[in-house]
C-alpha cells in the first residue's frame, strides 16, 4: 500500500499570497497524483489530476507539480473561497487507492 | 453528471445497512464507481470499487469479506451492501466516479452512516 504524508497539517495565509501544499508518496507514483479541495459540509471536489492538469473550470491559480515521490499543490493570489482543506491521492498502484491525511488552508 | 446517495442512517454494532448511489447525467455503464469513506480517525479513505460491467470488484481489507459493491444498469444505480458493521465502520460515506485514469472525477453529496450501541 502506497502511503501519502502532506505537509503541513495547517497552513496560515493572507488573502492574496501564494500557499504551497506538499504531498510525498512512499514509492514512486509517476504522474498518477490528484488532489481535492473540500469545504465544510461538502464533498471533496476534483482540482487537479495527472499531477498538474486542471480539472474543468478550475481556476489557472491552481497548480500542480512534482514527479516520482515529491508532489505539490501551489494556490497563487489566494481568493476567500480557497480557505478550505486540501487532500492529494494516488491512482498509479491501486487497489488500495490512498489518500493523504489533508492540509488545511486557514486565513492568516 | 450527479450522484445521490441514500440509505445511511444508525445502526448497532453488528448490523447491516446498505447505502444506494442514483447516477444521472452521463452513460453509467460506460465507468467504474467507488464508494469512499471519510472518518474523524482515519480521513478519506477508499472503500470499495466496481468496474463498468459490474464484474470487476475491489475492496479495502478492512471491509474485505463484509461489504458487498454492485451496481444496477437498469436502474442507473450503485449499491454498498455493509454487514457485520463495527463502531470503526461510522463516518460519512460517498460515491464516486471514476475517470478512465482510476481517479475520482464527481463525488455524491455524501450520507452518514452511523454505527453505535
Known amino acids: 500500500e502506497i502511503l501519502m504524508t502532506q505537509s503541513p497539517g495547517t497552513l496560515s495565509v493572507s488573502p492574496g499570497e501564494r500557499a504551497t501544499l506538499s504531498c510525498r508518496a512512499s514509492q514512486s507514483l509517476s504522474s498518477n497524483v490528484a488532489w481535492y479541495q473540500q469545504k465544510p459540509g461538502q464533498a471533496p471536489r476534483l482540482l487537479i489530476y495527472g499531477t498538474s492538469t486542471r480539472a474543468t473550470g478550475i481556476p489557472a491559480r491552481f497548480s500542480g507539480g512534482g514527479s516520482g515521490t515529491e508532489f505539490t499543490l501551489t494556490i497563487s493570489n489566494l481568493q476567500s473561497e480557497d480557505f478550505a482543506v486540501y487532500f492529494c491521492?494516488?491512482?498509479?498502484?491501486?487497489?488500495?487507492?490512498?489518500f493523504g491525511q489533508g492540509t488545511k488552508v486557514e486565513i492568516k | 453528471v450527479q450522484l445521490l446517495e441514500s440509505g445511511g442512517g444508525v445502526v448497532q454494532p453488528g448490523g447491516s445497512l446498505t447505502l444506494s448511489c442514483a447516477a444521472s447525467g452521463f452513460s453509467f455503464s460506460s465507468y467504474a464507481m467507488s464508494w469512499v469513506r471519510q472518518t474523524p480517525g482515519k480521513g478519506l479513505e477508499w472503500v470499495s470499487s466496481i468496474g463498468g460491467g459490474g464484474v470487476s470488484t475491489y475492496y479495502a481489507d478492512s471491509v474485505k469479506g463484509r461489504f458487498t459493491i454492485s451496481r444496477d444498469k437498469s436502474k442507473n444505480t450503485l449499491y454498498l451492501q455493509m454487514n457485520s458493521l463495527r463502531v470503526e465502520d461510522t463516518g460519512i460515506y460517498y460515491c464516486?466516479?471514476?475517470?478512465?485514469?482510476?481517479?475520482?472525477?464527481?463525488w455524491g453529496q455524501g450520507i452518514l452512516v452511523t454505527v453505535s450501541s
Open positions: 464516486a466516479r471514476m475517470n478512465f485514469f482510476y481517479y475520482f472525477d464527481y
Open positions: 491521492q494516488q491512482y498509479n498502484d491501486w487497489p488500495p487507492w490512498t
